[in-house]
């Protein structure tokens, strides 16, 4: 074990075990970043959820907690797109889907993902998750503006010829659009992709709608959120959802 961690560290890694994924490989200066558990109830749910061989796109990927978690349990017939716009996060990222050796299977895509294509402003703050399109976080006020390539869930899949099995997002308030730019990919085989996002009420105003357009967004893709986190009102409050078929699933 010593051993182990001391050429580790020595390439420029060291070995962490993250939500029950052993073996996994860190930049040693971002330690501090991979706790043993990282949001339990989420990760134990696409944990029983994701299959060996699902296509995961990773929206808002940072610096690859889920993607690295998620490339280990699609294994090796399964592909995790890890959309990453901020380079400072990117470059990370990258780094730590080469340590532990998964770049046959996660592929990190520079760019931001919402309901249109082409370029927009992007406010980053190095590696932090506060992140975001189109307007500063109020957390980072001190972001820096840059500009990046957008894109859509449909556009990706469409260029990639892939149907996702799961949409997994945290894009700080832009939430909505995203479920916007999803509308063919989701309505291709209803029930059959299955999505989780972070929802940031609080920041929807800033992103140009609010909770209406969230009910809206929700309903045009016959979606209902179900709380992962143990929130009271899922729509309202700040947590991590499922978005589930109103109706049951077929199979």
Excluded at 198 to 208: R, V
């Amino acid at each position: 074990g010593l051993l182990i961690a001391q050429v580790l560290a020595a390439r420029g890694a060291v070995p962490v075990v993250l939500n029950g994924v052993e073996h996994l490989r860190v930049d040693p200066r971002h330690r501090s970043h991979f706790p043993v558990s990282y949001e339990p109830e989420v990760c134990a749910f696409l944990r029983s959820e994701v299959r060996a061989g699902d296509v995961v796109l990773n929206i808002g990927a940072n610096i690859g907690l889920y993607a690295l978690c998620l490339g280990h349990w699609v294994g090796a017939s399964g592909r995790v797109f890890a959309f990453e716009p901020a380079p400072d996060a990117r470059l990370l990222l990258e780094r730590h889907v080469r340590l532990n050796a998964l770049a046959d299977r996660v592929e990190v895509v520079a760019a931001a993902v919402s309901d249109r294509v082409g370029t927009a402003p992007f406010f980053a703050a190095g590696i932090e998750g506060t992140n975001r399109l189109d307007q500063p976080n109020p957390d980072a006020p001190d972001a820096e503006l840059l500009s990046v390539t957008v894109t859509t869930i449909d556009a990706f899949c469409e260029e990639r010829n892939i149907a996702a099995d799961w949409i997994v997002a945290d894009v700080e308030g832009h939430e909505a659009a995203v479920l916007r730019g999803a509308r063919q990919t989701i309505g291709a085989r209803p029930g059959r992709t299955r999505i989780v996002v972070e929802m940031h009420p609080s920041l929807w105003p800033a992103a140009g709608g609010g909770l209406g357009e969230m009910a809206q967004a929700l309903e045009a893709l016959d979606l209902t959120p179900v709380a992962l986190q143990g929130q009271q009102d899922p729509l309202r409050e700040y947590g991590i959802v499922a978005l589930e078929p109103r109706r049951p699933r077929a199979g």
